[in-house]
């Protein structure tokens, strides 16, 4: 059984860390609720422009736009990792490495991975450091977006992505992240940027509708596409950052648990062995008593 004093020590280093992940459980939640607030005004808008992309793709006759819906073999996809700048959130960053390496190596993408046709772009420090164990093309350009998020910072990299699609360096985008449902729930997801999926199956309202365009249509939708694929962009990093939070609210909830259960049995090991060196004065004050008597 350890001293009193390596139990003392060990009892003010867990009560130290309880207080630390308490307040880390609090920011986090502060942030969550902001960051729940962003994800439920953007989820709207961005669904509906993705929907309308969805329902024009038949009526897009200009050659440079049509290339944003051209679905050809693909021989060369970028993967867009969504993770964190920083850890301590249970397993969402690990959700993101073994949602990539499942598609990568042993999946959707394991012929490209083969031929090194696989380029992977980390947004976040975290899926740069965890995907490294990954033999990809990394793109780290975009690792710290979140020192500076906004809808601006995320439509630059969206015109980049926009950009290489053009050029044909890539068949294919897609974004891996965690979309967020509640605090406690958050799912790896993969989302096809481009190109640009149909909207599942048209409803009587959705094949029926007659557009008007002002000023035209192919100006209209110069506009709209690529802002819409940036939009998908945006609400796939507000999801994930809504699940960063939830996730680290729950972990350091979790912690600090844990440090209450251990701190109760650190205290329980301190009365035991405060008592057996009390039993052991005890004894020795007796039997020296005794000795004196004798």
């Known amino acids: 059984m350890a001293n009193q004093k390596e139990i003392r020590a060990r009892i003010a280093s867990t009560i130290s860390t309880q207080k630390i992940t308490k307040a880390m459980k609090l920011v986090s939640a502060t942030k969550l609720r902001k960051a729940q607030e962003a994800i439920t005004r953007m989820r709207p808008y961005a669904e509906k422009l993705q929907g309308m992309l969805g329902n024009l793709q038949d009526s897009v006759d200009d050659q440079k736009l049509?290339?944003?819906?051209?679905?050809?073999?693909?021989?060369?996809?970028?993967?867009?990792?969504?993770?964190?700048?920083?850890?301590?959130?249970?397993?969402?960053?690990a959700n993101m490495f073994k949602e990539t390496r499942s598609l990568v190596q042993g999946g959707k993408y394991q012929e490209q991975y083969g031929k090194g046709g696989v380029h992977v772009m980390t947004i976040g420090k975290?899926?740069?450091?965890?995907?490294?164990?990954?033999?990809?093309?990394?793109?780290?350009?975009?690792?710290?977006?979140?020192?500076?998020?906004?809808?601006?910072?995320?439509?630059?990299?969206?015109?980049?992505?926009?950009?290489?699609?053009?050029?044909?360096?890539?068949?294919?985008?897609?974004?891996i992240y965690n979309k967020f449902k509640n605090a406690a729930t958050q799912f790896p997801t993969v989302e096809t940027l481009l190109p640009v999926e149909?909207?599942?199956?048209?409803?009587?309202?959705?094949?029926?509708?007659?557009?008007?365009?002002?000023?035209?249509?192919?100006?209209?939708?110069?506009?709209?596409?690529?802002?819409?694929?940036?939009?998908?962009?945006?609400?796939?990093?507000?999801?994930?950052?809504?699940?960063?939070?939830?996730?680290?609210?729950?972990?350091?909830?979790?912690?600090?648990?844990n440090a209450g259960e251990l701190l109760k049995s650190l205290r329980l090991q301190y009365n035991q062995a405060r008592q057996a060196a009390i039993t052991n004065e005890i004894s020795e004050i007796v039997g020296g008593a005794a000795a004196l008597q004798g």
């Open 126 to 175: 975290k899926a740069a450091e965890l995907l490294r164990k990954i033999e990809t093309n990394n793109i780290p350009d975009f690792q710290n977006a979140f020192q500076d998020l906004s809808s601006d910072a995320v439509f630059e990299i969206g015109d980049h992505i926009l950009a290489e699609f053009h050029k044909g360096t890539y068949d294919r985008v897609e974004v």
């Open 198 to 257: 149909p909207n599942g199956e048209p409803t009587d309202q959705s094949s029926n509708n007659d557009y008007i365009f002002e000023p035209d249509k192919t100006t209209i939708l110069e506009e709209l596409i690529p802002r819409s694929i940036k939009t998908q962009l945006y609400k796939a990093i507000l999801d994930s950052v809504a699940s960063e939070h939830g996730s680290r609210m729950v972990a350091m909830d979790k912690s600090t648990e």
């Open 66 to 93: 049509a290339a944003y819906f051209n679905h050809k073999p693909v021989k060369k996809v970028l993967l867009v990792v969504v993770s964190s700048d920083r850890g301590l959130c249970g397993a969402f960053n």
